[in-house]
């Protein structure tokens, strides 16, 4: 649900922006294309349109990348660029001209990495354990005849995400550069069209602090919470705000989910990149909400349903339960991307660390440790998800004044605690199986038959 909901917010935010209608009809026209694509479909119509989707995905993100990284650097590879001079600046590069534009606005330096190393490790591991426990991922890999071609998809998948994820530091970093560039000192009367069309649907705000029609941006928030217009006009012309301004400079308020929807917009782009940008975005979040549904209908149709309470469903009953769970998992993270718990990325981050601390210890202790039994590894997924749930929910909705360092258990951050409620979850089924009876011998048998290589014949010896 944590995912899916996330994948909603990003459907929501291309479809208000490029239908022009406010952000909560976006995610509703969102939920009914996702609920026709993922529920009337199957596993393989989404497996094959997921191939196309990553096609168009993979082009729409790289191809503003390039364009921006030749506009800014003069090369033409983004991971380069970023590390390359600015042109017509010699000797001053990407990361150097946005770390002192940012510290001359009031911000800390953009290279100057805010976050503890314990922290930075805990997130970066749980993302990379969260990947790997992920359901709608794994279940990709029953749709090949063989396990040769999983381990083969599984290398080829890892070229791919490598591709699109080194080029994302130096999109975020061109994205910032633009966007100052852009809107900084600007008359409201001259800024882009495209700050006036993300306004209009609620995403941007300006609050104009000292009357002098100029766009002033820094850190801080610009007002209280997010924008509340009042539906009238502004002296400069721009959406009024009935917002409680706070008491430094800055006067503009961007939700981060925009960024790099903006991001083509905002370097001027010619009109087709732009477009191909929000078919990207708007492939990916479909691809994902698709798989993700599918996971969670099946999971309750088949294994809760028809193996552990009605084992007597006939199929067209279990397909019913099927699109119900998929439509009630619609509606709840429809709601959640109505109100995010925070942006995009960050809702992401929360559902890996979920899967950090639930699943992958289950199945890493499946594959690798015989004597784990169904006792323990129920135990350490309950502790690891309770412990990571709670410590997420009391930060971020019950005690949200206290989110910082200086209260969270070791320094980790509700982003990164999925590393620890992973640990939990580690020791907690060590402990439980050590006290209860192993699993059966053909269980230990099945274990042993999953580490052979070839995926064929057996490692143990049957005497």
């Not at 805990?122 to 279940?139: E, K, R, S």
Request: aromatic residues 12%.
């Amino acid at each position: 649900f944590t995912y899916v909901a996330g994948q909603m917010r990003g459907v929501g935010i291309v479809f208000s922006r490029f239908l022009e209608v406010d952000i909560t009809l976006g995610v509703l026209i969102g939920m009914a294309v996702v609920f026709v694509y993922a529920v009337l479909g199957g596993m393989k119509g989404i497996t094959y349109t997921q191939v196309a989707q990553y096609c168009v995905l993979i082009f729409a993100y790289l191809v503003p990348a390039i364009f921006i990284s030749i506009l800014i650097t003069g090369n033409p590879v983004p991971q380069l660029g970023l590390g390359a001079d600015v042109v017509g600046e010699p000797g001053v590069s990407v990361l150097q001209k946005l770390d002192l534009t940012l510290q001359d606005l009031g911000f800390a330096a953009y290279t100057a990495g805010l976050k503890d190393k314990i922290d930075v490790f805990a997130i970066t591991f749980a993302l990379m354990a969260g990947t790997a426990g992920l359901p709608h991922v794994i279940v990709r890999f029953f749709t090949v005849p063989k396990v040769s071609d999983a381990r083969l998809s599984a290398g080829y998948a890892l070229i791919f995400i490598a591709l699109l994820y080194t080029t994302a530091p130096a999109v975020s970093a061109f994205a910032r550069l633009n966007f100052i560039d852009a809107v900084h000192q600007t008359a409201y009367e001259d800024t882009p069209g495209w700050f006036s069309n993300w306004e209009g649907i609620g995403l941007i705000g300006w609050l104009d602090k000292n009357d002098d029609g100029k766009i002033q941006y820094g850190a801080g928030a610009p007002f209280d919470g997010a924008p509340a217009f009042n539906g009238e006009r502004g002296a400069s012309g721009q959406r009024a705000l009935t917002n409680k301004p706070t008491d430094n400079a800055n006067e503009v308020y961007v939700d981060r989910d925009i960024m790099v929807l903006a991001n083509p917009e905002i370097a001027q782009l010619p009109g087709w990149v732009i477009a191909l940008v929000a078919a990207g975005g708007l492939a990916a979040a479909l691809s994902t909400a698709a798989g993700l549904l599918l996971v969670i209908s099946t999971a309750v149709s088949h294994d809760l349903m028809k193996r552990t309470f009605r084992p007597d469903l006939s199929d067209k009953q279990e397909l019913a339960y099927a699109r119900i769970a998929a439509a009630t998992a619609i509606v709840i993270a429809g709601y959640l991307g109505i109100n995010p718990p925070g942006f995009v990325a960050q809702v992401v981050a929360f559902a890996f660390g979920l899967a950090a601390a639930s699943l992958f210890p289950a199945i890493f202790l499946g594959i690798f440790f015989k004597r784990i039994n169904k006792q323990g590894a129920i135990a350490g997924m309950l502790v690891g998800l309770i412990f990571t749930f709670a410590y997420i929910a009391y930060f971020k909705f019950m005690a949200p004044e206290l989110n910082n360092a200086a209260h969270w258990w070791f320094g980790i951050s509700p982003e990164g605690i999925g590393t620890l409620g992973m640990l939990l979850n580690f020791a907690v089924a060590f402990a439980v199986s050590a006290v209860t009876a192993a699993p059966p011998e053909k269980v230990q048998e099945l274990v042993d038959d999953i580490r052979i290589p070839s995926g064929a014949g057996v490692a143990h010896d049957p005497h």
